[in-house]
């Protein structure tokens, strides 16, 4: 692998990492008085990650984990997705692969091509947990909880992750 492409994966899943890191730190950072200019800069940077999370996320309390007494700025889901997907790109960051070996060094095929590309295979098998939990809850069905639903994202935010990084061009 080349050294930009290794470098550009490593820059995305830093990227990830720190995203993961600002929606763990802002529920401290909202619960601290704001009496330092320090402070102030964090309650700030904590309210722009909620912002941020609301165009993204439902951001509802009962479905989020809580800390330091605050939900954070997505859902279980959505940070289950976040954490692995993060977990995913460094993957494919760190990850050696021989060129020319196996699904990953292929192009990407067309989504209506007669046969699947095996990455979407993959991609479409991480899904079910997810689509499983979302598909039982919506006709009022079954509650999984917080947990459960970020458990049943890990699998679709990995292998998401993991393919967005390998697809980096050349």
């Given amino acids: ?10 820059a995305l ?22 009496d330092g200019a320090a402070r102030r800069t964090a309650a700030t940077v904590a ?6 999370g609301a165009q993204i ?5 009962e479905r989020s984990f809580h800390l330091h007494g605050r939900a954070l700025a997505v859902c279980g889901r959505c940070t289950g997705l976040y954490v692995a997907g993060a977990l ?13 070996h ?11 091509a007669s046969s699947f590309d095996p990455r979407m295979r993959w991609l479409a098998l991480a899904a079910l947990p997810t689509a499983v939990t979302w598909g039982l809850e919506m006709p009022g069905l079954w509650n999984p909880g917080t947990p459960l639903r970020a458990l049943a994202a ?3 935010g990995l292998v998401a992750g993991w393919l967005a990084g390998r697809a980096l061009p050349e």
């Fill in 1 to 10: 692998m080349t050294g930009r492409r290794r470098g550009l994966r490593l």
């Fill in 13 to 34: 899943a830093l990227v990830a990492i720190g995203w993961v890191a600002l929606l763990l730190l802002a529920p401290r950072w909202a619960s601290a008085q704001p």
């Fill in 47 to 52: 309210v722009l990650v909620r912002l941020a």
């Fill in 57 to 61: 996320c439902h951001q509802r309390p």
């Fill in 88 to 100: 995913g790109l460094l993957a494919a960051a760190v990850g050696g692969h021989r060129r020319g």
């Fill in 102 to 112: 196996g699904a990953a060094a292929a192009p990407m095929g067309a989504w209506w």
């Fill in 154 to 156: 890990l699998p679709l």
